[in-house]
């Protein structure tokens, strides 16, 4: 039986607009996956969701890295955000997956996701950023261009029948 906590632990509505929890990234490991499956079931339709082997196998896989930000300082308490990235050749990091939680957005979680993803395509010597977002959201669309992404491909059916997708890239921050 769970022990009850003396305390709530702190949920990202408690905060004040614009002060993320604890933005604050680690690498996730096998303990992580029940959390990011709601996660995951939290902040994409059926057809886009990853399923637990492919979670599983992203949290195993010596090349995919997996880094999440806790609701709070203790691991445990449920997942504010999450980032899925995998090399794609010598040059590309991709980005797999950038979900917050639908409390937490708005707070700059992503952004930091985004950054990170970006210092880690520095660190380990890649050119480009890439990444799939749905063609029918806008605003997700408009929110990868403000953070410098541009739009490379529209992917038809990318996400089933109807349903495209625009690959969009850029490059790290520094890189020529
Ligand atoms: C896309 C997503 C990861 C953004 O995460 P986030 O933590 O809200 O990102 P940020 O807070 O850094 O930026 C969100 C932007 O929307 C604005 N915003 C304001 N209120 C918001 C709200 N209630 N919800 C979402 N965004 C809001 C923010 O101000 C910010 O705009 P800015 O870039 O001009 O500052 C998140 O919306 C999400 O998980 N969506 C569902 C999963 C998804 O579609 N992922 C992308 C896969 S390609």
Same mark, same amino acid.
């Given at each position: 039986?769970?022990?009850?906590?003396?305390?709530?632990?702190?949920?990202?509505?408690?905060?004040?607009?614009?002060?993320?929890?604890?933005?604050?990234?680690?690498?996730?490991?096998?303990?992580?996956?029940?959390?990011?499956?709601?996660?995951?079931?939290?902040?994409?339709?059926?057809?886009?969701?990853?399923?637990?082997?492919?979670?599983?196998?992203?949290?195993?896989?010596?090349?995919?890295?997996?880094?999440?930000?806790?609701? $709070?300082?203790?691991?445990?308490?449920?997942? %504010?955000?999450? !980032?899925?990235?995998? &090399? #794609? =050749?010598? +040059?590309?990091?991709?980005?797999?997956?950038?979900?917050?939680?639908?409390?937490?957005?708005?707070?700059?979680?992503?952004?930091?996701?985004?950054?990170?993803?970006?210092?880690?395509?520095?660190?380990?010597?890649?050119?480009?950023?890439?990444?799939?977002?749905?063609?029918?959201?806008?605003?997700?669309?408009?929110?990868?261009?403000?953070?410098?992404?541009?739009?490379?491909?529209?992917?038809? $059916?990318?996400?089933?029948?109807?349903?495209? %997708?625009?690959? !969009?890239?850029?490059? &790290? #921050? =520094?890189? +020529?």
């Amino acid at each position: 039986m769970r022990a009850t906590l003396p305390v709530p632990p702190l949920r990202c509505s408690d905060g004040p607009p614009k002060t993320p929890p604890s933005p604050n990234p680690r690498l996730a490991g096998p303990k992580d996956l029940p959390a990011m499956l709601e996660l995951e079931t939290l902040c994409f339709d059926r057809a886009r969701r990853d399923s637990r082997e492919v979670l599983r196998r992203s949290l195993r896989h010596p090349r995919h890295e997996v880094w999440v930000i806790d609701f $709070d300082r203790r691991a445990g308490e449920g997942l %504010a955000a999450a !980032l899925v990235i995998r &090399p #794609a =050749g010598a +040059a590309t990091l991709r980005l797999h997956s950038v979900a917050t939680h639908p409390d937490c957005r708005g707070r700059g979680l992503g952004k930091a996701l985004l950054l990170l993803a970006e210092r880690r395509a520095s660190e380990t010597g890649r050119r480009r950023l890439t990444l799939e977002a749905d063609a029918g959201r806008p605003d997700l669309l408009d929110w990868y261009e403000r953070e410098g992404f541009r739009r490379k491909r529209r992917l038809p $059916d990318y996400y089933g029948p109807g349903r495209d %997708a625009w690959r !969009l890239s850029r490059a &790290p #921050a =520094g890189s +020529a």
